[in-house]
């Protein structure tokens, strides 16, 4: 089995990329379900008081949320502590009871006043009860006079959107475009940003450009182009850019977006020419590099990164830290990414410290990174946590150390369980050592949790296929896969195998054609040549091999392929 992965770090810088990331404004929060806060903060607690406490705690690990919002809101009532409220507004949420709601905010404000999250929830629950004009006024009243200008209409169309009911959504955007006057053009914006949070992708990206024609203006071009690209219609995004820029509109944020576009569709040389339009800051200079490292202009792309580490007095040291040593591993320049990630602070830090910990495990200083990650882990939260577990794991592993990995990534399933990453990490581990109960038990724990995960259903199945005699399991464990994601290289490459261990190997010869077309891979190569010769195809089977003898030398899974059928 094969699953493609990369180590190559993210290349776009945020300018660069709002294109992709303008149309997907993030919802605040959902109140479909609640979410765990933990146990909340203790205030000078009583024997009684913190009794209550645990009860109410238990009710809700128990998932008896109805016993649990009742014994918060009893909570709430007997303590000056607010995220007793928080527990009581999030489970009547989840609860669709609004009533409850109401009173637990009520309670929440009384104690934390400038709480905007239970302005969010009171909002919501006014809306779920097709209440459009309270919404508005609550959200005027409460919430408007805490948010920062830009952040205003985000917020309502964020919150608009949760209200349940396309209908009711619509209406409490037009009554705060009423109450909130603004230039023509701009309710259109709006509403075309709502219209997609509600899933109506046609009829946003018509008022998208309705609004761009009146406005024409960045914010405008910005949203059209980032959602035309979504829907796959890359020139309709690239005209609203290049219009916007030859009515000298565009910032260098919009010219850096356009040429991302342009790289996307194949025209890298044309976004060169229109970066060169623009100052070399160091955001132009690292985009500029990564495109001529694209292109496989590599001496340029070299020149490009020196320019970029020797800018001095950079507005934002941190960002030119960053960018600088990206770019440097970009090119294969380890040393230099690694001293660059070294130097980068503030909120990037975290994400630095683990591209360099994964730098220097590639320069054979596999101390030192784990020295990295382990410093890491005392500041991460939960996401990094689980990459920093996962970075070490494969630095054990490539480093002959399997056995040490496997303990690392059960020691990291202690302290979060819940990671799916590290079960899959383990199970294929596991695989590797021939430790095939604990690899079977691992994807089959992912897939209980999403039965619609077609990675380990392919693992498992594959697993099954290449490591017992469990075959006619291993098809539909496949056949399931592949049923969720039929283009995928490598559950193509599982279903060809699986059927050749069937006997079958003229049905599986198909599918193992197509995986290797799509991504020739040393292991799903080597699974085609091994089926075509023994169909006594060798004429085929060796021009696959002398296609990528070269490129796979070193390769064991197919040298050994080679070795075990006897061919020179």
Same mark, same amino acid.
């Given at each position: ?348 830090? =975290?994400?630095? @410290?683990?591209?360099?910990?994964? *730098? !220097?495990? #590639? +320069? %054979? /200083?596999?101390?030192? $990174?784990?020295?990295? &990650? ?114 995928? =290289?490598?559950? @193509?490459?599982?279903?060809?195998? *699986? !059927?050749? #261990? +069937? %006997? /079958?190997?003229?049905? $599986?010869?198909?599918? &193992? ?56």
């Amino acid at each position: 089995m094969h699953e493609p992965e990369s180590d190559k770090p993210t290349i776009l810088l945020a300018s660069a990329s709002q294109i992709k990331l303008i149309a997907a404004t993030a919802v605040l929060f959902l109140v479909a379900c609640a979410t765990s806060s933990g146990i909340p903060e203790r205030v000078n607690p009583d024997p009684e008081t913190e009794q209550l406490r645990q009860r109410a705690q238990q009710a809700y690990e128990l998932r008896d949320l109805p016993a649990a919002v009742e014994l918060y809101q009893q909570l709430m009532d007997q303590t000056e502590d607010p995220a007793a409220a928080r527990q009581a507004t999030e489970i009547a949420a989840a609860l669709d009871d609004w009533e409850g709601v109401d009173r637990a905010v009520a309670r929440w404000l009384e104690l934390e006043p400038e709480a905007r999250t239970a302005h969010q929830f009171q909002i919501i629950a006014e809306l779920r009860r097709g209440r459009a004009e309270s919404a508005v006024a609550r959200f005027r009243s409460g919430l408007l006079p805490k948010l920062d200008a830009e952040a205003v209409w985000p917020t309502a169309v964020a919150l608009f959107a949760a209200a349940g009911a396309p209908q009711v959504a619509e209406q409490a955007l037009e009554e705060l475009l009423r109450a909130e006057p603004a230039a023509p053009g701009f309710g259109l914006l709006q509403q075309s940003r709502l219209a997609w949070q509600l899933g109506q992708r046609a009829r946003a990206l018509d008022l998208a450009q309705a609004a761009f024609d009146e406005l024409s203006d960045p914010p405008s071009a910005l949203w059209l182009a980032g959602i035309a690209d979504q829907l796959d219609q890359p020139e309709r995004a690239l005209a609203a850019l290049r219009t916007l820029r030859e009515l000298g509109r565009a910032d260098s944020g919009m010219v850096m977006a356009e040429s991302e576009l342009l790289r996307e569709q194949g025209r890298s040389e044309e976004a060169l020419t229109l970066l060169e339009t623009l100052p070399p800051d160091m955001e132009v200079l690292y985009i500029t590099g990564a495109l001529l490292e694209d292109l496989g202009r590599m001496s340029a792309a070299g020149a490009v990164w020196q320019r970029l580490a020797s800018l001095s007095n950079a507005d934002d040291p941190d960002l030119h830290a960053w960018l600088t040593g990206v770019l440097a591993e970009v090119l294969q320049l380890d040393r230099e990414a690694a001293s660059w990630y070294a130097r980068v602070g503030g909120a990037a830090a =975290p994400q630095a @410290q683990l591209r360099q910990a994964v *730098v !220097l495990a #590639r +320069l %054979g /200083r596999s101390a030192e $990174a784990q020295a990295v &990650l382990a410093a890491l882990r005392d500041q991460a939260g939960d996401d990094l946590l689980e990459r920093s577990w996962l970075a070490e794991g494969q630095i054990l592993s490539d480093t002959g150390e399997a056995e040490q990995a496997l303990a690392l990534y059960s020691n990291a399933l202690a302290e979060l369980p819940e990671s799916m990453d590290l079960l899959y990490a383990r199970a294929m581990l596991a695989v590797v050592l021939e430790q095939l109960e604990l690899a079977e038990q691992d994807l089959r724990t992912i897939i209980q949790r999403d039965p619609e995960n077609a990675v380990a259903l392919n693992a498992l199945g594959y697993t099954l296929s290449d490591r017992t005699d469990r075959q006619r399991e291993a098809l539909r464990l496949i056949e399931r896969a592949l049923a969720l994601d039929p283009e995928n =290289p490598a559950i @193509q490459d599982s279903m060809g195998w *699986v !059927l050749f #261990r +069937l %006997g /079958r190997p003229e049905a $599986a010869v198909d599918w &193992l054609n197509k995986a290797a077309v799509a991504e020739p891979h040393p292991e799903i190569v080597a699974h085609l040549v091994e089926v075509l010769w023994q169909l006594e195809r060798s004429a085929e089977a060796i021009d696959w091999i002398e296609r990528h003898r070269g490129s796979f030398a070193g390769e064991s899974v197919f040298e050994d392929t080679l070795r075990r059928l006897e061919i020179e």
